[in-house]
């Protein structure tokens, strides 16, 4: 069964630090990974798109990296703000965009 | 604005009533994704539509819920006799082609009360 997990459920941490999602998957076939952030009562917007041969991708201080063998994923935030707060959401694709497999997301609070 | 405009942002009905959702696509795009989101959950898939076409509506209820996107205007998801359960954020996601990058809008917030 096609499925992608993500941990921490949620996190809090002060601004000014670095923080680390993690996305693990379970998907056949694999086409691409993205990772989107979902501010509260907002669309997703994508941060990075990153396909089977890439194993780094940077957004700013967004960081995704992909390990296919391993089937994991991470999003690395660096140098948090404020603004970083909101949900992020690990997405695998199975080929095109309506056979995105959707994780739950991490809930990510910023405390100043 | 270029981008995915939904309408309305929040929506009322009491049950029994229809629920009308739009969605009008980035300028140039031809695929539309319908999603919907309860509270504290992720999103879930719904329909895909392309000019005209259903081309996947494998997350839609058969009964009750129906999607169209004409030729011109936006493309509607429309909700006959709304329930309780139906309460939940409906996203609308557009894109150029069937696996280029997503966009979307910043959802309709329907309550049934």
């Known amino acids: 069964k096609n499925q992608v997990e993500q941990s921490p459920q949620s996190l809090i941490i002060l601004e000014g630090k670095n923080c680390t999602l993690q996305c693990n998957y379970t998907v056949s076939p694999f086409s691409n990974l993205r990772w989107y952030k979902q501010d509260t009562g907002r669309g997703p917007v994508s941060l990075t798109i990153m396909t089977f041969s890439e194993n780094t991708k940077s957004n700013g201080r967004y960081t995704a990296t992909l390990d296919a063998d391993t089937k994991q994923s991470s999003l690395h935030i660096t140098a948090s703000q404020l603004s970083d707060s909101a949900s992020y959401i690990c997405v695998v694709s199975a080929g095109s965009n309506y056979q995105l497999i959707w994780g739950a997301g991490t809930k990510l609070i910023i405390k100043p | 604005n270029a981008g995915v405009m939904q309408n309305p942002r929040h929506l009322v009905r009491r049950r029994g009533q229809e629920a009308r959702l739009r969605c009008s696509p980035m300028?140039?795009?031809?695929?539309v994704y319908w999603y919907r989101q309860l509270p504290e959950e992720g999103l879930k898939f719904m329909v895909y539509?392309?000019?005209?076409?259903?081309?996947?509506e494998s997350g839609m209820p058969k009964e009750r819920f129906s999607a169209e996107f004409p030729k011109e205007g936006p493309s509607i998801l429309r909700i006959q006799q709304v329930v309780r359960g139906d309460s939940a954020a409906y996203f609308c996601a557009s894109s150029g082609a069937s696996d280029s990058p997503l966009h979307f809008g910043n959802g309709t917030r329907l309550t049934v009360t």
């Open positions: 539509l392309q000019k005209e076409n259903i081309i996947d």
């Open positions: 300028k140039g795009h031809s695929h």
